[in-house]
């Protein structure tokens, strides 16, 4: 059924991106009066601190937030077949929230979304931290939790906690193994 519903997931963001129009590997869309930069693996990461899809949003993420901006370097379905792209969706001093969509102007809708990036700077009103213990690159302590489905399919997630900020990459219907590669990609630098 998990399967069924990824692949589900993968025609409905085929069929919006279809409606919509072609877009072009280099093509810049208009997200919020924000330039958003589409994402494809075939360009080279190796030398950028993150994957490329955040390339765009990087500059307005990092003079907006004051608190350590960790990026994976992995997306898990970012193989070139469907754009991937980075929408601000939260940007403060002390938070922020990235969506990972399938077209440019995903506002978190279960059909255009592939996932999650966040980060919140913890204090004594931060909830502890819930999930299968896992460990992550550098000895860091994660917890992952797994998606539920009902009508639509929430996101897995694993969250951990650096520097006194709370970090979470999360997947719709994701797996463990892709969740903790990606989270283990933003960790290392």
Not at 56 to 75: A, D, E, G, M
Not at 79 to 96: N, V
Not at 151 to 175: E, F, H, I, P
Request: proline residues 5%; glycine residues 6%.
């Amino acid at each position: 059924m998990i399967f069924s519903l990824k692949k589900l997931s993968v025609i409905c963001a085929t069929l919006v991106l279809a409606s919509a129009s072609s877009f072009d590997n280099s093509a810049i869309a208009e997200i919020k009066n924000q330039p958003q930069l589409m994402a494809n693996e075939r360009v080279s990461s190796a030398k950028s601190q993150s994957h490329p899809v955040f390339r765009s949003i990087l500059p307005q993420l990092k003079q907006k937030t004051q608190i350590r901006v960790l990026l994976p370097k992995f997306i898990p379905e970012s193989d070139g077949e469907l754009p991937i792209y980075a929408i601000i969706e939260t940007a403060t001093q002390k938070k922020y929230d990235i969506i990972l969509g399938f077209s440019p102007n995903c506002n978190g809708g279960t059909a255009c979304r592939l996932g999650t990036v966040a980060a919140e700077a913890v204090t004594s009103k931060t909830p502890r931290l819930r999930g299968k213990s896992i460990v992550l690159t550098k000895g860091i302590t994660g917890y992952f939790e797994d998606f539920k489905c009902g009508a639509n399919c929430s996101d897995a997630t694993v969250t951990w906690r650096q520097q006194g900020v709370q970090y979470t990459v999360g997947l719709k219907a994701g797996d463990r193994t892709s969740l903790v590669k990606m989270a283990n990609s933003a960790i290392t630098p």
